[in-house]
């Protein structure tokens, strides 16, 4: 028969064999629970690692974009810029040689070209006509009064121009007035020369 030391012993090494059991198993469950949370953080460390160099090279796309952007709109207003430079400087050159037409054979004609125009736009019966020197000149040989017999209307040789080749027809005591000198002409059709005038210095 078993003593009752023995069953004691007996039962102590059952107590820490379950005890060790349950420790071993603790520690299973333990290092199961932290290899998990181990894994899930690399993942999630990883998936964020993707998601910001995703985001930089995204970034770094972005501005290369908008830097390629920049450059190509900061070329084409300095072309622009260029091109808007040599047209108004081929302008402003014909504007200097506009004083030469005075000397042409055909100003006459010219001028005659310019008067009638302006009347047309105006349509008045009665006008005063200012015209450059040379134009006064021409108008005074009787050339004026053959214009207001074609227009049945009267008009009359005013002051000459001060600046400006060509005619200016004011009616209306000065209300109304056409401005038909050669240099406004320059001016209301620079807009639609302007691109012609630039294939034409580039060669295109």
Same mark, same amino acid.
């Given at each position: 028969?078993?003593?009752?030391?023995?069953?004691?012993?007996?039962?102590?090494?059952?107590?820490?064999?379950?005890?060790?059991? +349950?420790?071993?198993?603790?520690?299973?469950?333990?290092?199961? /629970?932290? @290899? %998990?949370? =181990?894994? #899930?953080? &690399?993942?999630? $460390? +990883?998936?964020?690692?993707?998601?910001?160099?995703?985001?930089? /090279?995204? @970034? %770094?796309? =972005?501005? #290369?974009? &908008?830097?390629? $952007?920049?450059?190509?709109?900061?070329?084409?207003?300095?072309?622009?810029?260029?091109?808007?430079?040599?047209?108004?400087?081929?302008?402003?050159?014909?504007?200097?040689?506009?004083?030469?037409?005075?000397?042409?054979?055909?100003?006459?004609?010219?001028?005659?070209?310019?008067?009638?125009?302006?009347?047309?736009?105006?349509?008045?019966?009665?006008?005063?006509?200012?015209?450059?020197?040379?134009?006064?000149?021409?108008?005074?040989?009787?050339?004026?009064?053959?214009?207001?017999?074609?227009?049945?209307?009267?008009?009359?040789?005013?002051?000459?121009?001060?600046?400006?080749?060509?005619?200016?027809?004011?009616?209306?005591?000065?209300?109304?007035?056409?401005?038909?000198?050669?240099?406004?002409?320059?001016?209301?059709?620079?807009?639609?020369?302007?691109?012609?005038?630039?294939?034409?210095?580039?060669?295109?």
């Amino acid at each position: 028969m078993k003593t009752e030391v023995e069953d004691i012993q007996m039962l102590s090494q059952a107590i820490l064999t379950e005890a060790r059991d +349950e420790a071993d198993q603790i520690r299973a469950e333990a290092k199961g /629970k932290a @290899d %998990a949370i =181990r894994k #899930r953080a &690399q993942e999630h $460390a +990883e998936s964020e690692r993707k998601t910001i160099l995703q985001r930089a /090279k995204q @970034d %770094a796309n =972005r501005l #290369r974009s &908008q830097a390629v $952007a920049t450059a190509q709109l900061k070329a084409r207003f300095t072309e622009l810029e260029q091109r808007e430079k040599l047209l108004d400087g081929v302008f402003n050159e014909a504007a200097k040689q506009l004083a030469a037409v005075q000397k042409r054979p055909d100003y006459e004609a010219i001028v005659l070209s310019l008067l009638r125009e302006a009347l047309m736009q105006l349509k008045v019966s009665k006008a005063q006509i200012r015209a450059d020197e040379t134009a006064q000149k021409l108008l005074k040989k009787g050339v004026l009064d053959e214009v207001s017999r074609e227009f049945n209307a009267d008009f009359k040789l005013g002051s000459t121009l001060e600046e400006g080749t060509g005619i200016v027809v004011e009616a209306d005591e000065g209300k109304l007035n056409y401005d038909n000198t050669l240099e406004t002409r320059l001016n209301r059709m620079q807009s639609a020369l302007r691109s012609s005038v630039y294939k034409v210095l580039t060669g295109e």
